[in-house]
């Protein structure tokens, strides 16, 4: 992976917006659970997905006269770039979103979104192993502080009244192997987004990744939809303001802020996931929750500071 290797990220860039942007990117994206939870009423999760980036990369297709071109330094970059986006892709869309809805059937929405972000920790070591980003003690303390806190929420949520059985505990490894293939797709988009348009890169990733899952959603799930309005809805909001804003979120975050900073996002994760799943779909918000939260957004603070 050596040749992931890249400048370093744009410092010019002020740490609020890279704050805001971060923030409203793990909302966003922890709010996919409870979209996705709902959507798999009608549907498995091979055709959710299938039919959810189709839609997106078919309206960005539709959008592209209005969409900001390439610049002669966009035009100009290697074929590899393009293979990077790809790869980058095919793992958060396919791998990663794949095995975390295959887990999602059996893991409360809130505890999916508490797994998701142990990959800052994967993200931020794999950055300083092969894009030589750099990782001060402050960052790693940050990182650490924060894996405590979803340590704690994950030790909470799996003892007591509320223990998982064997097939949550299954769900449960499928979501930590997608969030695996997640923190490489970092560090591969990371590559990506500082080398070409940025909404062609999400064009190519969600035709990728529907396509490819295409195939799969119709050997073992038929392809089939229950049309319910519930269904619908969800599927146009993961489809819109989940896959498009949060590619183009996260490959902003990546060339402003490095692989390692936007992946630290992830931290907020258990936050934004427990109390969406709480207000939307009735799951317990615990003081085991709140108290998991603390050091979680203080790991953030340390990781964002310059």
């Not at 207000?279 to 918000?285: C, F």
């Amino acid at each position: 992976m050596s040749s992931l290797s890249l400048p370093s990220p744009t410092l010019s860039t002020p740490a609020w917006r890279i704050a805001v942007v971060g923030c409203a990117f793990s909302l966003i994206w922890s709010s996919a659970f409870i979209a996705g939870k709902q959507a798999m009423t009608g549907c498995g999760p091979f055709t959710l997905l299938s039919l959810r980036f189709l839609a997106a990369g078919a309206l960005l297709w539709l959008l592209r006269r209005w969409l900001p071109g390439d610049t002669p330094q966009q035009a100009a970059a290697p074929a590899i770039a393009w293979r990077h986006a790809l790869i980058a892709g095919l793992l958060t869309n396919v791998v990663y979103l794949g095995l975390g809805y295959h887990g999602l059937r059996h893991v409360p929405a809130g505890l999916t979104a508490i797994l998701v972000s142990v990959s800052p920790l994967l993200t931020a070591a794999m950055a300083a192993l092969w894009l030589r980003e750099p990782l001060g003690a402050r960052q790693l303390l940050g990182l650490l502080c924060g894996m405590g806190g979803v340590a704690w929420i994950m030790a909470g949520r799996s003892g007591g009244a509320s223990a998982l059985d064997h097939k949550a505990w299954l769900g449960v490894g499928m979501i930590l192997a997608g969030a695996l293939a997640l923190a490489a797709s970092t560090l591969y988009n990371r590559r990506a987004a500082g080398q070409l348009n940025p909404w062609r890169i999400a064009r190519l990733q969600l035709w990728a990744s529907g396509l490819t899952l295409l195939p799969l959603a119709l050997w073992t799930e038929g392809l089939q939809l229950n049309p319910t309005p519930l269904v619908l809805a969800s599927l146009a909001y993961q489809a819109t303001v989940v896959s498009i804003g949060t590619t183009l979120m996260l490959l902003w975050l990546v060339r402003h802020g490095g692989a390692a900073k936007a992946s630290s996002f992830h931290l907020l994760n258990p936050l934004f996931g427990v109390l969406l799943a709480a207000a939307l779909l009735g799951e317990t918000v615990t003081l085991s929750d709140v108290l998991g939260a603390l050091p979680i957004v203080a790991g953030l603070g340390l990781v964002m500071r310059r």
